[in-house]
Structure formats: C-alpha cells, structure tokens
Nanobody, 127 residues
Framework: QVHLVESGGGLVQAGGSLRLSCAAS???????????MGWFRQAPGKEREFVAT????????YYADSVKGRFTASRDNPKNRMYLQMNSLKPEDTAVYYC?????????????????WGQGTQVTVSS
C-alpha cells in the first residue's frame, strides 16, 4: 500500500504563491522509477480536474492549460517528495489539491488511471 500526504495549502491573496508538498511512503514504493505522480484539484460542485503530472525518473511532465506557465511540478527523489510550486494564483485556483501515484512509465492526465491518492489540502485564493 502506498501512502501519500499533502501539505502546504492555505489562504493566499490573488497574485501570491504557495508550494504544495506530497510525501510518499509505503512498502510498494521501493522502486520509485516505476511510478508517475500527478496533481489534481477539485472545487466545490465540480469534478476533479488534472493539474500536472511528472515522472519520477526523468524530467518529463505536462500541465493543464489553465496552470501552464504559473505552476511547476518537481520531485526530490531521495526524500520521496513531490512539490507543486504555484505562482500568480487566481481565485479560480481555489480548490482541494490532491497528489496521486500510478505505477506506470507513461504520463496520464486522467484521474481514473491513478491508483493511490492523498487526503488533499485546501488552497483558497482571495480576490
């Protein structure tokens, strides 16, 4: 079983920045190179939507158009952590943000593909 724990959410004014962190652990994570990681978000009354995905073994990543140029996903392999740096935040970025993991070598933006999820962290951007 893989365990994911997000942190770093909070309240920020529009134009501000936050950095989310995702700590991963569990006996199944002995070989991180087999996994991809994703960031998703869900606003009240809306479906969960893709934000970013990144590979553990190389710099491959891609982003939703709505966050491209403002958000950056990164990873710290020795620490088993993934990060989402969010800059130039907008009120429409307000949502619960989740990290997710999938044992795969191909990046995917579909939340249905991911096997493991964190509990989420709230991000609120005030106007």
């Amino acid at each position: 079983q893989v365990h994911l724990v997000e942190s770093g959410g909070g309240l920020v004014q529009a134009g501000g920045s936050l950095r989310l962190s995702c700590a991963a652990s569990g006996p199944s994570f002995s070989s991180w190179s087999s996994y991809i990681m994703g960031w998703f978000r869900q606003a009240p009354g809306k479906e969960r939507e893709f934000v970013a995905t990144i590979s553990w073994i190389n710099d491959n990543s891609y982003y939703a158009d709505s966050v491209k140029g403002r958000f950056t996903a990164s990873r710290d392999n020795p620490k088993n952590r993934m990060y989402l740096q969010m800059n130039s935040l907008k009120p429409e970025d307000t949502a619960v943000y989740y990290c997710a993991a999938l044992r795969s070598l191909e990046l995917t933006a579909s939340p249905q593909d991911y096997d493991y999820w964190g509990q989420g962290t709230q991000v609120t951007v005030s106007s």
